[in-house]
């Protein structure tokens, strides 16, 4: 078949196809979009477009990203907000160089791991001031623009602090999202006041504003990150958590800093996967890589037993790496180059077994021979490139939101572990473990694709499963997110819980078939259909023949994906 589809007359002067999707991906929820200029992709439209104003009007990549950013702590503040923390791996055109941000925060000073031994808590809990870290995602912003930006944080509040203060409707997906957290918002004077306006949270279409987080954004944009760090949102952050039994103190505050940190990549079918090093999750997406690029992927197909056994099993050996040693660098001794050494690969790979399922994966040894989420990317006319991602931790964080502020505290905190051995314990002034990460590829030293896929534990999973889409099955960047995922869930984690036993479980989206299920249960797999879909993604590649921007977003979310 030539691939070549004859118009056929639809009446009133147009021609429609006779395929609603093109021949070779009928199932793609929509074309990919492409631009020449600049493009902005996000999981909600309203800031896809303020990001895609600013580069129209003269702004670059890092600009767009913190103008996105910040309207999606509006629009989406369930995921996100100035509440949580935030990283960005950015490729400088101008200087040719990649450069990456850990705009995390650390956990309170005065709050030692006795604490939760006196009080018989074993593990810290979700719901509480316990869990809070300070908030990076405002200093992150500020240092995004002193390094790569070109206009000024009151510049790139104004979107957000007008749409704040005259209101947004609410879409589909996260009104879903915002009516699931609605009683654990009960709960707390500040969240209720904030975020169910009337006793109840914004159905569907509704419009909802938010005057606090207006405010919020207004004293940043005259005072700076200082009206954050050491003025008036500081003094009602703290009086918060003195009456709710938080320990952050100002000093806590005034002590924050971002940091700059160089990513980390593997080499992948000829193309170079940057991650940034722990205190993320993202080496577990080039452990992972490392193992598939042993087989002949390409071969087993999409969807396929061989391909989703593999993949489980490959992720089972990355995650047991990821429980045992990944921590806060400045604080822990993590073999960063050893996990993702192509050697200590070799040796992960001979522990699958392709006719079984494994169960209670040990980590290995990487120094045997060698000594809810929101995800925004933007790429500029001058292809700099702005990889961005941006987290509450669970939905709504803490679920607390301090009176007067118009934002929850993340509750990130809760992915330490109380284990005193662990390199990821508790201890005062230190960066917890973190799930969020940005993603970048490049090809012969250029940026190829910029991306990400929002979900806790699914994001390298997730990361992994666009790539293999697109490097070994040929697929276009919209087709790549939208192929049906899987998921495994019950591997150890950084927290300190064991394994689940039996190895986890399996879970698989709709147009995984049911044969599928049935050979994948016959190798030792517990698998589940997903009630829901799971993972958030957005990608921009950048063609390198045609420099031609071809960006996708998240058929799973309400996003959009913008260009000019």
Same mark, same amino acid.
């Given at each position: 078949?030539?691939? *070549?589809?004859?118009?056929?007359?639809?009446?009133?002067?147009?021609?429609?196809?006779?395929?609603?999707?093109?021949?070779?991906?009928? *199932?793609?929820?929509?074309?990919?979009?492409?631009?020449?200029?600049?493009?902005?992709?996000?999981?909600?439209?309203?800031?896809?477009q303020?990001?895609?104003?600013?580069?129209?009007?003269?702004?670059?990549?890092?600009?767009?990203?913190v103008?996105?950013?910040?309207? /999606?702590?509006?629009?989406?503040?369930?995921?996100?907000?100035?509440?949580?923390?935030l990283?960005?791996?950015?490729?400088?055109?101008?200087?040719?160089? &990649?450069?990456?941000?850990n705009?995390?925060?650390?956990?309170?000073q005065?709050?030692?791991? @006795?604490?939760?031994?006196?009080?018989?808590i074993?593990?810290?809990?979700?719901?509480?001031? &316990?869990?809070?870290?300070?908030?990076?995602?405002?200093?992150?912003?500020?240092?995004?623009?002193?390094?790569?930006?070109?206009?000024? &944080?009151? =510049?790139?509040?104004?979107?957000?602090?007008?749409?704040?203060?005259?209101?947004?409707?609410?879409?589909?997906?996260?009104?879903?999202?915002?009516?699931?957290?609605?009683?654990?918002?009960?709960?707390?004077?500040?969240?209720?006041?904030?975020?169910?306006?009337?006793?109840?949270?914004?159905?569907?279409?509704? &419009?909802?504003?938010?005057?606090?987080?207006?405010?919020?954004?207004?004293?940043?944009? =005259?005072?700076?990150?200082?009206?954050?760090?050491?003025?008036?949102?500081?003094?009602?952050?703290?009086?918060?958590?003195? @009456?709710?039994?938080?320990?952050? %103190?100002?000093?806590?505050f005034t002590?924050?800093?971002?940091?700059? +940190?160089?990513?980390?990549?593997?080499?992948?079918?000829?193309?170079?996967?940057?991650?940034?090093?722990?205190?993320?999750?993202?080496?577990?997406?080039?452990? +992972?890589?490392?193992?598939?690029?042993?087989?002949?992927?390409?071969?087993?197909?999409?969807?396929?037993?061989?391909?989703?056994?593999?993949?489980?099993?490959?992720?089972?050996?990355?995650?047991?790496?990821?429980?045992?040693?990944?921590?806060?660098?400045?604080?822990?001794?993590v073999?960063?180059?050893?996990?993702?050494?192509?050697?200590?690969?070799?040796?992960?790979?001979?522990?699958?077994?392709?006719?079984?399922? !494994?169960?209670?994966?040990?980590?290995?040894?990487?120094?045997?021979?060698?000594? #809810?989420?929101?995800?925004?990317?933007?790429?500029?006319?001058? $292809?700099?490139?702005?990889?961005?991602?941006?987290?509450?931790?669970?939905?709504?964080?803490?679920?607390? !939101?301090?009176?007067?502020?118009?934002?929850?505290?993340?509750?990130?905190?809760?992915?330490?572990?109380?284990?005193?051995?662990?390199?990821?314990?508790?201890?005062?002034?230190?960066?917890?473990?973190?799930?969020?990460?940005?993603?970048?590829?490049?090809? @012969?030293?250029?940026?190829?694709?910029?991306?990400?896929?929002?979900?806790?534990?699914?994001?390298p999973?997730? *990361?992994?499963?666009?790539?293999?889409? /697109?490097?070994?099955?040929?697929?276009?960047?919209?087709?790549?997110? #939208?192929? !049906? $995922?899987?998921s495994?869930?019950g %591997?150890?984690?950084?927290t300190?819980?064991?394994?689940?036993?039996?190895?986890?479980?399996?879970?698989?989206?709709?147009?995984?078939?049911?044969?599928?299920?049935?050979?994948?249960?016959?190798r030792? *797999?517990?698998?589940?259909?997903?009630?829901?879909?799971?993972?958030?993604?957005?990608?921009?590649?950048?063609d390198?023949?045609?420099? +031609?921007?071809?960006?996708?977003? =998240?058929?799973?979310?309400?996003?959009?994906?913008?260009?000019?």
């Amino acid at each position: 078949m030539s691939g *070549h589809v004859t118009p056929v007359h639809s009446g009133e002067g147009g021609h429609r196809s006779e395929y609603a999707r093109p021949a070779r991906y009928p *199932h793609q929820s929509r074309s990919v979009q492409m631009a020449s200029h600049g493009m902005v992709a996000t999981s909600h439209p309203l800031a896809a477009q303020v990001g895609l104003d600013i580069l129209q009007s003269g702004g670059n990549a890092a600009d767009a990203g913190v103008a996105t950013s910040a309207m /999606m702590g509006l629009v989406e503040p369930m995921s996100c907000g100035i509440g949580g923390d935030l990283f960005v791996i950015y490729w400088d055109h101008a200087k040719q160089s &990649l450069t990456g941000l850990n705009a995390s925060g650390r956990s309170p000073q005065h709050l030692t791991r @006795d604490l939760f031994l006196e009080r018989e808590i074993s593990q810290i809990p979700l719901n509480s001031p &316990l869990s809070w870290s300070v908030p990076g995602c405002v200093d992150g912003w500020q240092e995004l623009l002193n390094r790569h930006g070109s206009r000024s &944080l009151k =510049e790139l509040l104004a979107p957000s602090i007008q749409t704040a203060q005259e209101g947004f409707p609410v879409p589909e997906v996260i009104a879903g999202y915002w009516s699931s957290a609605a009683n654990a918002l009960s709960k707390w004077p500040g969240s209720a006041h904030t975020y169910l306006p009337g006793g109840a949270p914004p159905a569907e279409g509704a &419009l909802f504003k938010n005057p606090e987080l207006a405010e919020s954004y207004r004293l940043i944009a =005259e005072q700076g990150i200082q009206a954050f760090y050491e003025g008036p949102i500081t003094e009602k952050i703290l009086a918060c958590s003195d @009456d709710v039994g938080g320990f952050l %103190s100002h000093a806590d505050f005034t002590e924050h800093t971002s940091e700059w +940190i160089d990513p980390v990549s593997t080499n992948y079918r000829g193309y170079d996967v940057w991650e940034l090093p722990p205190n993320g999750q993202g080496i577990a997406a080039l452990e +992972i890589l490392n193992i598939l690029e042993q087989h002949n992927i390409a071969a087993m197909g999409p969807k396929s037993v061989d391909w989703i056994h593999l993949f489980t099993e490959a992720k089972k050996l990355a995650f047991a790496d990821r429980a045992r040693f990944y921590a806060d660098m400045s604080m822990a001794d993590v073999p960063v180059e050893e996990l993702i050494s192509k050697e200590y690969a070799r040796r992960q790979n001979q522990r699958i077994d392709m006719q079984k399922a !494994a169960t209670n994966v040990a980590p290995g040894d990487p120094r045997l021979s060698m000594g #809810d989420t929101i995800y925004l990317t933007v790429v500029d006319k001058d $292809r700099n490139c702005c990889s961005l991602i941006q987290s509450n931790f669970h939905g709504f964080g803490s679920k607390i !939101a301090p009176p007067g502020v118009g934002f929850v505290m993340q509750n990130r905190g809760a992915l330490f572990t109380l284990e005193v051995d662990h390199p990821n314990v508790y201890e005062p002034g230190k960066r917890p473990f973190h799930t969020i990460i940005p993603a970048m590829v490049t090809k @012969d030293g250029k940026p190829w694709f910029c991306f990400g896929v929002m979900g806790g534990d699914m994001q390298p999973q997730g *990361h992994v499963q666009v790539l293999v889409n /697109m490097l070994d099955f040929g697929m276009n960047v919209q087709m790549a997110g #939208d192929l !049906a $995922r899987v998921s495994h869930t019950g %591997s150890p984690t950084p927290t300190g819980l064991p394994e689940e036993e039996g190895g986890g479980e399996l879970l698989v989206e709709p147009g995984i078939d049911d044969e599928t299920i049935r050979q994948l249960e016959q190798r030792g *797999h517990r698998v589940r259909r997903a009630v829901g879909a799971f993972g958030g993604y957005q990608g921009i590649r950048i063609d390198p023949e045609t420099n +031609i921007l071809h960006g996708a977003t =998240e058929s799973r979310k309400d996003g959009a994906v913008v260009g000019y």
